[in-house]
């Protein structure tokens, strides 16, 4: 199973921002997936969370800027993000779990950079 996170980049204070994921090598529809993030110097912190019925959760820094949504595509979940601010700058992780084994598979990380 590999994931490929996809859409950072640099971008200007307040401007959006659409990150994706998709994992390949399975046929199995993974039931949790999610974004980290971790900014220099920092802890990894969960960002946003969607499981497969349908909830999602946030960081509070988060809340109201940040959308986590699934795609019609099997195992793709995207983080549409507003408002960013320099302290949003940071490498973002996906993940994605595996329903039956419980395991967390990682994306390598893509780089958003959000200038002041």
């Known amino acids: 199973v590999q994931l490929q996170a996809y859409g950072g980049g640099l971008v200007q204070a307040g401007g959006p921002l659409r990150l994706s994921c998709t994992a390949s090598?399975?046929?199995?529809?993974?039931?949790?997936m999610g974004w980290y993030r971790q900014a220099p110097g920092k802890e990894r912190e969960l960002v946003a969370v969607?499981?497969?019925?349908?909830?999602?959760s946030y960081a509070d820094s988060v809340k109201g800027r940040f959308t986590i949504s699934r795609g019609v595509a099997k195992n793709t979940v995207f983080l549409q993000m507003n408002s960013l601010s320099p302290e949003d700058t940071a490498v973002y992780y996906c993940y994605q779990r595996h329903p039956i084994i419980n395991k967390d598979y990682w994306g390598h990380g893509t780089l958003v950079t959000v200038s002041s």
């Open positions: 090598g399975t046929v199995i529809v993974f039931n949790v």
């Open positions: 969607s499981t497969n019925d349908g909830s999602t």
